[in-house]
């Protein structure tokens, strides 16, 4: 069982900028930042696989910024630039099994979420 500790989330005006921190308590070879706006579906956000590959959704790219700790088995996403659209419940996950490591796989690829961390961007 992988445990995963979401922090950093809070309101901020259009423009400026979060650090959210995922905390694992064991590496998977992809993480990943979801996030999920009431009434839409859960979207991937960003990922990391181990080796450092990042991966972004057309959304957020050139925006957010996808880091890891390997030490502390920690995960990162600065979000800069932040927009009302951001506005959303944050995920980390971890995936167990295969791969693949990008935005497009599906929720259900992951096996292990965090309780996540709430982000509103006002304009």
């Known amino acids: 069982q992988v445990r995963l500790v979401e922090s950093g989330g809070g309101s901020v005006q259009a423009g400026g900028s979060l650090r959210l921190s995922c905390a694992a308590s064991?590496?998977?070879?992809?993480m990943a930042w979801f996030r999920q706006a009431p009434g839409k579906e859960r979207e991937g956000v960003a990922t990391?696989?181990?080796?450092?590959?990042?991966t972004y959704a057309e959304s957020v790219q050139g925006r957010f910024t996808i880091s890891q700790d390997l030490a502390k088995n920690t995960v990162t996403l600065q979000m800069n630039s932040l927009k009302p659209e951001d506005s959303a419940m944050y995920y980390c996950?971890?995936?167990?099994?295969?791969?693949?490591?990008?935005?497009?796989?599906?929720?259900?690829?992951?096996?292990?979420w965090g309780q996540g961390t709430q982000v509103a961007v006002s304009s």
């Open positions: 990391i696989n181990t080796p450092g590959t990042a």
């Open positions: 064991e590496r998977r070879y992809c």
């Open positions: 996950a971890a995936r167990t099994y295969g791969s693949a490591c990008y935005t497009e796989l599906a929720p259900t690829d992951f096996r292990y």
